[in-house]
């Protein structure tokens, strides 16, 4: 971490601010230019508050020159993190699907998807229960029902199950759920990430409409300080001035966060445009930028949906799809089972 | 509403839809373009699903005309809502001014700030005991024991307080809290908007930072339709490319709301910008330009701050910059009492 | 286009508006509800000025449902625009790859790096001679002298060139040049589209930093609408939030583009993030994306560069990158040469 | 400048980069931590360049600690640059009001304008003679007859004029115009900048709508850096996510330009969101958060405007805002003539 000194700061306070440093354990490297003088601190200093340090009067700024995440690193841990679940997993050269329909409807819905996906070639099966909608009067899931139904799914198709948690007091409605997922929306929801961090499930952690690769590692954290090191991250598209798409999908994300960080990587294609057509594409996109799984949605009847059909695509489209992902894993020598 | 339709739909499909729409309660007016033909839904459409029109094969594109926030919407409630607790007040006139430090720290530096910013002239009294912080590693504040101190100095010093709910896990610490905080990172936690539109305290809903104005409303809108229509809304600072601030002050954002809403309206330039120095000037730039409120970081020493200690002032400047604002409200005929 | 008129707006203006929107040749479609009126406008709305409408004191805002681009859009012009140089196309099935250093430094480096870049299956070399810098203090670029040497290269190695332009003064220089580049900063810079819609050379447009998918298609409309419609789009990286990256590559850009215009696109990943270890996986994102070509940075020692060195891949990097491009085109069914 | 080095960079490598910058004056200090060794570079890094730097692969990253800016810079000038012209002023406690039509489109037009801006308070007349519009089907400005009509009115109100320069071809129409502006989309567009640097007559710079406040100084840079010191800065909004105004004014910018720079700085409200009613509540923030200026758009007949109607305001309204524009002036202690 390097401290930038105002111009004329007061040579006794600056020799306070450096003995205070000394004695939590840093060593101080002092700089002294024409015009800037700067403090490197070396050692240990993710428990540095640099807000407090930017707050003093003698101070310009204060900047990082090290991650201030740990646990997800991977200069300390630079094997892959894996997960596998069933048949399926993601991360050390494994590349795992995850596919279904937006929200779950009715049990004939969840089980036709789920069946489809599955001969299509997905290891996973997605459906949400609780709905995060930006209206109060739109559709918001059938929660607990919703539940009960990808359950039945679960058992009809054998596959294993990812749905969106909203809120921890529903959080007894996820003990037979495979991977919680946390949204976008709730990427920095602390209490929620802290709680999650004690389960032993393998949480699917997606980054938040205006998040930065930096604060989705630093979330990610917040779970694996809590204990929990079993953490999917997931692009989704960010927020940006562009309104052809819903989002802007981040694709240069993926190979930054595989070289920042262990944990696996995947991306979801369809909430990060919003356009049907362009699901394909990107998902072929993400698998050759180094993307360990995709999470794409699928609905039997998209105009039908009731939510987002209008980014879903078809069983047939998705069957599709999957040759060509299949493919270019291969390519990529990543293995789909 | 208007619905886009693709060159070359076919014609019983549009029947089909224009049918169903028509069974809907909605009256349908259809134009047939050279290139585009569009259909223009007339009645109540907030309850129709733009995203399921929108994935139908027939159609290109689907529009809103009119705003999806009722509740919140000046067009159904010309009069401004005014929100009034102890010798304060926001809306209709009245100009509200909200001080203290980003977190409590101690009974003595609660009591200290609290009497002296009620000197300088505000009418609530600020402070941070659940912090949402981005590190796991940063202070994540003193939780119950920092209520219990905020609770005493609302004794000592008369203030109405305010702070921020991280979880509803934790409400019953709330019950002498005067005004509940929903920070930015849970603008769009809809679970607990939903539960928090059951109580009969006014809500301080702060803008996410990367939420359209559009999107804050349909916020407000959540909580209001459970029944509890008592919220403050308040800027904060979006996310956007500039980095020279921690974030960027949306100033258009008060008068465009003040047209919007009849919801009172204020703003946060301490953590709008980060930057101390920069406090007086938005405080004063959001008296002028319509709002109904300000919530400002005061701390005795900002560089001993457990947080946030970069943005915020100190009582004395505190003090001066309210002789300004209280100058300006009077020539916004605005009464600070 | 759609006019939504504000509440309880005087009939006599409405009548007047409809009147005069008539009589320039639209009809008009009225559509009256409980709590908006909208009036559909049906014809050629190109020439319609959405602001001038929007500043009646009887309307409340303009909608466009139709694209303002007309010479551009695929909708009028469904065949792919193929643009044809030497061993090298772009569009309609072709893939070119163009590739060389961010400036020229000197005869041998550019020479060098054409032999290079070619025997690893490059069609066009580039090579920038005017450097668009934020800093007047950083390199310029060799200027006339940077151009005499590009020519060279042209020669020596057979290879057709790209390099950019930033003022029309220079432009009697690029006579020998194959395709002339409008960089990202004057892609808005109205007066030189228009010069160079008059010329007979093609033109490679890059996206502006914040300039929307619609923005560019409009500047290719105004090179068009002089005349000349050999266009080259190019998505090189938004400007967003997001700090990792130089930039964010908007790879959405392309099968969007692809659906909406028949003119080529390329991809440009060095530019795109700044970071010479993301082009490959990018570039690779671009060709399965639907890209129809690629423009990559490549310098023999870019630690020695004289601008954007971090940026820039070696040709050894280069060359096996290619292989990976070359075996993806094939699955894409898109030529190399 | 800090050069942070990779983890395991090789000694003799290390050793030959700090000799090579040592050579080039600067002293270096070595920090070795025990994850990250940190190079401090003392002395003037302006001609360093941080690219070539950041492509050593011994090199994690580059931060620099000082501005790049020097004679734009408030540390090494402290006074305020202050611009005169006629009975106006910028800076050093002058307030200039700059108004009048977007577009310039008749004799009669401009010359009513002007005498009604001038009755109001005006000190500078403004209109667009070349207009950059996105669609090249929009209204392009009446180019050389809109500049002899600018100069009629200059002649008949006797108020300096402020016009757009497009393309330096038309340099030689400018000769009677009193301050030359650079709009947002050329501000980056370096050639002008260099040749508008060896004039005699001050500059309008307009920050780009993506553009940093550091990249608007660097313009500036390049400006001054040929010789033209008399620049007035211009925030007149950035692009961002939020699309219910046309762009998203930066109001921080005000009062951190102010301190970063000597420059005087004024506020362009009109194009900032492209919303007449908002065009006063912002007009008079930005006089109290330390603006030196406003330049605003004022139409006789907003609705019949040839460009940006929806923004103007009319001189009736003009008059009124003015008054208030005055009265927080002297507050501010600021001279508007």
């Known amino acids: 971490m390097i401290i930038i000194l105002k111009q004329g700061a007061q040579k006794d306070k600056v020799h306070s601010l450096v ?3 000394e004695e939590s354990g ?30 003093m009067d003698i101070v310009e700024g204060v900047k990082r020159v090290s991650e201030p995440y740990k646990a997800a690193n991977r200069k300390f841990h630079t094997d892959d993190t894996v997960i596998r679940i069933g048949r399926g997993a993601f991360g050390g050269g494994h590349f795992g699907v995850i596919a279904g329909p937006c929200s779950i409807e009715s ?38 029902d919703g539940i009960r139904m990808l359950l039945e799914a679960k058992k009809a198709s054998g596959l294993p199950i990812v749905t969106e948690i909203m809120s921890l007091a529903h959080y007894d409605l996820f003990a037979d759920v495979d991977i ?11 209490e929620m990430l802290k709680e999650l961090g004690k389960c032993d499930k393998p949480i699917l952690l997606k980054r938040g409409l205006s998040s930065t690769i930096e604060e989705l590692l630093m979330s990610a954290e917040y779970i694996m300080s809590s204990g929990n090191t079993q953490i999917i991250l997931c692009e989704r598209g960010i927020r940006t001035f562009e309104t052809a798409t819903r989002n802007t999908l981040d694709i240069s994300a993926i190979p930054l ?13 369809s909430h990060a445009t919003g356009i049907a057509s362009l699901v394909p594409p990107l998902a072929k ?17 998209p105009a039908a949906a009731l939510c987002d059909g209008a980014q879903s695509i078809t069983p047939a489209q998705f069957a599709s799809l999957m040759q060509s992902v ?8 990543k293995t789909l089972f």
Request: aromatic share 4%; hydrophobic share 40%; glycine share 8%.
């Open 19 to 21: 003995h205070s440093l």
């Open 26 to 55: 840093l060593h101080i490297n002092y700089s002294e230019g024409s015009h800037t003088t700067i403090l490197g601190l070396i050692g240990d200093t993710s428990a540095v508050d640099t807000d407090q340090l930017a707050a």
């Open 107 to 144: 049990n004939e819905q969840i089980i036709e998807v789920a069946m489809k996906v599955k001969e299509a070639g997905a290891s996973f099966l997605r459906g949400g229960a609780f709905k995060p909608r930006t209206s109060p009067y739109s559709f918001q899931g059938l929660r607990d």
């Open 180 to 190: 919680i997922q946390v949204g976008a929306r709730n990427m920095q929801n602390f």
């Open 257 to 269: 966060l595989k070289k920042l960080t262990h944990l696996p990587v995947i991306v979801d294609p």
């Open 285 to 301: 996109a993400a698998v050759v930028s180094g993307a360990d799984g995709l999470m794409i949605e699928v609905h039997s009847h």
């Open 326 to 333: 299949s493919a270019l894993a291969e390519i990529e020598h």
